[in-house]
T-cell receptor
Framework: QKEVEQNSGPLSVPEGAIASLNCTYSDRGSQSFFWYRQYSGKSPELIMSIYSNGDKEDGRFTAQLNKASQYVSLLIRDSQPSDSATYLCAVNPRLSTDFGNEKLTFGTGTRLTIIP | NAGVTQTPKFRILKIGQSMTLQCTQDMNHNYMYWYRQDPGMGLKLIYYSVGAGITDKGEVPNGYNVSRSTTEDFPLRLELAAPSQTSVYFC????????????FGPGTRLTVL
């Protein structure tokens, strides 16, 4: 079983609609969760982090975390063509102050295409 | 702040050659990481470091070596390059702390022929 799973897509969403990206993880003790955006040929860029159950909003982006169900999602409202990218989910299985757990586990990413 | 910088941006190596990929960060981060990303794939951790003089293996360390003599620099050494090492290499850094938000450099695209 993969530790962090994402649907590889591609996910196609009309411009102006809501894009919903999902991620599940296997380690129930995981503490911190991240969404990275990666444009083709570029490096991953951190866009959202979430540490507590519930929703966290930042502009058009909302991250949702449900630790009981072991999933984290990213909603993009009013999708724009510039949102077309691959979105990587990353999970820290433990607090990084625990020695030996300073690493993130990445999913393989979901490719999102916004259709004008 | 320049953030995380990497050199070179591109490199072509012949089988059996060696090279060093450079990574520097100016954010005073203790943690630094090297990843590789093959086409259409996720990020795989090669090596990481939690401070100067301390390094540890990730999930794909074979064929690579690292050192960390300063907080700022974390070079990755490829010995005896092989076609399987053709990939994009990313360096990242993060603060010491509970949440480990990692910030990435622009990457080095390496081709081994």
């Amino acid at each position: 079983q993969k530790e962090v799973e994402q649907n590889s897509g591609p996910l196609s969403v009309p411009e102006g609609a809501i894009a919903s990206l999902n991620c599940t993880y296997s380690d129930r003790g995981s503490q911190s969760f991240f969404w990275y955006r990666q444009y083709s040929g570029k490096s991953p860029e951190l866009i959202m982090s979430i540490y507590s159950n519930g929703d966290k909003e930042d502009g058009r982006f909302t991250a949702q975390l449900n630790k009981a169900s072991q999933y984290v999602s990213l909603l993009i409202r009013d999708s724009q063509p510039s949102d077309s990218a691959t979105y990587l989910c990353a999970v820290n299985p433990r607090l990084s102050t625990d020695f030996g757990n300073e690493k993130l586990t990445f999913g393989t990413g979901t490719r999102l295409t916004i259709i004008p | 702040n320049a953030g995380v910088t990497q050199t070179p941006k591109f490199r072509i190596l012949k089988i059996g050659q060696s090279m060093t990929l450079q990574c520097t960060q100016d954010m005073n981060h203790n943690y630094m990481y090297w990843y590789r990303q093959d086409p259409g794939m996720g990020l795989k951790l090669i090596y990481y470091s939690v401070g100067a003089g301390i390094t540890d293996k990730g999930e794909v360390p074979n064929g690579y070596n690292v050192s960390r003599s300063t907080t700022e620099d974390f070079p990755l050494r490829l010995e005896l390059a092989a076609p399987s090492q053709t990939s994009v290499y990313f360096c990242a850094s993060s603060m010491e702390g509970p949440y480990n938000e990692q910030f990435f450099g622009p990457g080095t695209r390496l081709t081994v022929l």
